[in-house]
């Protein structure tokens, strides 16, 4: 089993709509979580952290932490073309600087 | 903001060569890594540094070595490059506190 597991994708959208990524974590011990985003040839930048189970906000993007389930979700509203991207789940434990890499869910947004 | 450079965007070699592979940042981060990417594989882990003089292996240390003399640079070396090592070197930095990787723009590598 994957330390971190996302569903490859493509996950296709209309633009406007609702695109919410998963990620399932298997390390029970795993405190900090973040959404990269990373555009074809492009390095990975970081569009969100959460570090406490619930939702945190920013803009059109929502994180989604649930430690007991073991999953954190992204969501993003109104989405646009420009958010056609790879999504990358990272999460690490106290005890590491390391972060463990999801393999990323490719979204396309169709216009 | 954090900035992490490379050195070079894009590098063709031949096999056998020595190659570096350098990385700055300008945030006085204590953590460096270096990432090599390819596609259906994800992001892997090849060395860190959690400070001047020290590293730790990651996943895939084989055929690679680092060196980090100054808090700012982390360099990756191909002691004799092969074709297998082809890919997308990604360097970052975190801070010890949050943990969150900042990363460079990354150097496509390829080996002839």
């Known amino acids: 089993q994957k330390e971190v597991e996302q569903n490859s994708g493509p996950l296709s959208v209309p633009e406007g709509a609702i695109a919410s990524l998963n990620c399932t974590y298997s390390d029970r011990g795993s405190q900090s979580f973040f959404w990269y985003r990373q555009y074809s040839g492009k390095s990975p930048e970081l569009i969100m952290s959460?570090?406490?189970?619930g939702d945190k906000e920013d803009g059109r993007f929502t994180a989604q932490l649930n430690k007991a389930s073991q999953y954190v979700s992204l969501l993003i509203r109104d989405s646009q073309p420009s958010d056609s991207a790879t999504y990358l789940c990272?999460?690490?434990?106290?005890?590491?600087?390391?972060?463990?890499f999801g393999s990323g869910t490719r979204l396309l947004v169709r216009p | 903001d954090v900035k992490v450079t490379q050195s070079s965007r894009y590098l063709v070699k031949r096999t056998g060569e020595k190659v570096f592979l350098e990385c700055v940042q300008d945030m006085d981060h204590e953590n460096m890594f270096w990432y090599r990417q390819d596609p259906g594989l994800g992001l892997r882990l090849i060395y860190f540094?959690?400070?001047?003089?020290?590293?730790e292996k990651g996943d895939i240390p084989e055929g690679y070595s680092v060196s980090r003399e100054k808090k700012e640079r982390f360099s990756l070396i191909l002691e004799s490059a092969s074709t297998n090592q082809t890919s997308m070197y990604l360097c970052?930095?975190?801070?010890?506190?949050?943990?969150?990787?900042?990363f460079g723009p990354g150097t496509r590598l390829t080996v002839l």
């Open positions: 970052a930095s975190s801070s010890p506190q949050g943990n969150t990787q900042y």
């Open positions: 540094s959690y400070d001047v003089k020290m590293k």
């Open positions: 959460i570090y406490s189970n």
């Open positions: 990272a999460v690490t434990t106290a005890a590491s600087y390391k972060l463990i």
